[in-house]
């Protein structure tokens, strides 16, 4: 045995995001111990930060909307490489999941007769997402912590995993340290569930935090899991772009759903400029009509603004490159102007948008009920990530699981705004449920603790570098890789550049053996950044890769050098694992049929 | 680019002192901003929390030039450059290291109040009806970021230390948000006034003054439930007209 701490659990949850949360209430609720670790203090994770809305097709607002509707939209949306088994389960199942926070506390804004409200988002047929003004993340983490503390479970904040211990093939649990002192920990677990979110990070121009680091699907990739679509990273079309400080936080697709139009120096709405085929019948013709459609006539169809999010970006970065941006580097998004068709729209603005307006007076100085914002692409999301059994989250490392935005499959080439957050209660509670029986199903594996002493020596490292020559620090190289990914395997992809980029990640990742971080172990971010650059390297490397795999351009990838649409490469993910002599190995694996109804569906929504 | 100084608090739960560091600054740039150059460029170690950067999470409270605020909705140009910005941790907190405080307490008294519990569905489809201006009134409360910059500030646990006896303005403001909720059936009032101490805040009002969410804590929150503590508990007329209702 191992001097380590340890704790013992049926079911380890990594992650405390609304994913790992959800999998945790479920997992307990079936009877298992279950205990939660996640880097930051509870209610802290990224779902914070979602604004606009959670996409469930209740019908409130349009009784034409279904789970056929939601379900066809999400595969549209994703460009059909999506998992069609998964998008079918999360439109049935995301109305219940809806549903249920309601009975645990949540308080959506509603109809007048007093209903959940559903808005308007892109990409969405009909006003599908249920919110509380531009705050619903906050509104969902805070209802599932708030339900969560009472039900039995275990949280260990601020607490880092590095490694998922194995037995044989199957999952063990898993090593790492707690922030506060740097102390090692084992945590025993018959089934681990992954719910650790995304890799903005490995971008210089991101929304998400220092958290988002690609830890779960480096993880699971370590442990022998596929990982696949790891080239689609949605780049949001709107984060801040002034003052420098701000660049890259998030301004919600909300504004838009409220009549929010984007308008190039020139002052043109240029999203009328460039519709694609595929969403030419569901798109307005003129200005007049788009403002009938968030106005919620039911006879209008939406703005262009409302177009998905790969599109609106790379139109946005088009506008940009061609001169006609805002002076800063950006275009124009004005709600401002609805006060010529509304009374009173300053309130109006205000009370639909309370977050949206006090993040820009406070940061920019700048006042959205009377003048634009400037806003520019942002790294936003990783679609990709591990490859899961729709019906039950397990990948295909026995009693390891994956959900939420780590999990791949949902969301094909491109995900739909507002379906996040149902992704992440839909498959949450799958993990959970699953992952609880799992853990009933097979006792307990066995850990090898003796090999646990390397393991932790490894991770001390970068502190016993300290003082020796031809080291360097953490933040460096952090800041070179993200610099790199941001020019090479960006918004607009080349193969020669995304080779350079394999040569540059081959650099970097000789550097981080050479990272050295001062202090000592107590929490020392530092240590905690040098150790973070191995997941970082890891998921870079994937996405790199599969961006090449897939010579064409769909969804949030866009290869300049492969332009259009390839048949061939619709009817596969590219799938990323670790080979035996431990290189990273690519191949391509075949997008699983449609099963007769769900192309019947598909063809009725056309 | 200007320059500028910050004198920033290391040290742990042993003790500390103020560290100078010369930053440069930008335009735009907010205090968490100058924490990050700083620890990028000259202290990897320096500990500080921090999530969205936006406002929106309340990782980054701490004590800027002895002001409680969130770091990253700090501007440098709202303050005096000429000369050095001052920052340290949470005063009514044990700290941990550097800007990081021990703020467990505030989620182990969370526990400690009674959990939401909503009346049977309105509707037999399972779901409820409520009206908007229902949701509106909590969502007042429902839009804290528990930033704990009003625990901070409290006398009661800032200076007085109690807080064994007394659960602040934010969990107050949490036992608001669920007595006020349009759907909730629980009782809470025994517990506020026992075990939560709500009798301890003596409307000071501190709390409302740093709130970065605007939240009127003592007015709309606290003041109400002191209120109801009162009717339930210390009003002669009310008791008997109960009584006599039994």
Redesign the interface.
Known sequence: MSDFPRFEYDVLVIGAGGAGLRAAIEASAAGARVGVVCKSLLGKAHTVMAEGGIAAALGNVDDRDGWRVHFADTMRGGQYVNQPRMAEIHAKEAPERVRELEAWGALFDRTPDGRILQRNFGGHRYPRLAHVGDRTGLELIRTLQDHGIHQGIRFHMEHTVTTLMLDGGRVAGAFGYEREKGRFLIFAAKAVVIATGGIGRAYSVTSNSWEYTGDGQTLAYDAGAELIDMEFVQFHPTGMVWPPSVRGILVTEGVRGEGGVLRNREGRRFMFDDIPENYRTQTADTEEEGWRYCQGDKNARRPPELLTRDHVARCIVREVKEGRGSPHGGVFLDISWIRERMPNSEEHIRRKLPSMYHQFKELAGIDITKEPMEVGPTTHYMMGGVRVDPESQMSNVPGLFAAGECAAGLHGANRLGGNSLSDLLVFGKLAGEHAARFARENGEARLDEAALAATAKDLLSPLDRQGQPSVEGPYAIQHDLQTMMQDLVGIVRRGPEMERALDELGKLSERATRVAAPGNREYNPGWHTALDLHNLLTVSQAITLSAIERKESRGAQFRDDFPDKDEAFGRINVSIRKGADGRMEVSREPVPELSPDQAAVIEEMK | MAKATFRIWRG?SGGGELVEYPAEV?????VL?AVHRI???AA????????????????CSAEVNGQPRLMC?T?LSDLPLEQPVEIRPMKAFPP???L?TD?SHN?EA??RIK??K?RKPDAPD???????AD?DR??EF??C??CFLCQNVCHVLREHHLHEQFIGPRLLV?AAA?EM????TEDRLRDLKNAHGIGYCNITKCCTKVCPEGITITDNAIIPLKERVVDEFYDPLGKLFRAFRK
């Open positions: 742990d930008s335009e735009g740039m907010v901003d620890q990028a460029e990897n170690d320096l500990a500080v929390r921090w999530n969205c950067k936006a406002g929106k999470c309340g990782s909705m501007r941990i290291r550097d990081v703020v989620f969370k526990k959990k939401f909503p399972g779901t409820w009806r409520v009206d908007q949701v909590v969502q429902r839009k970021i528990e949490y669920l909720h349009p759907l909730d």
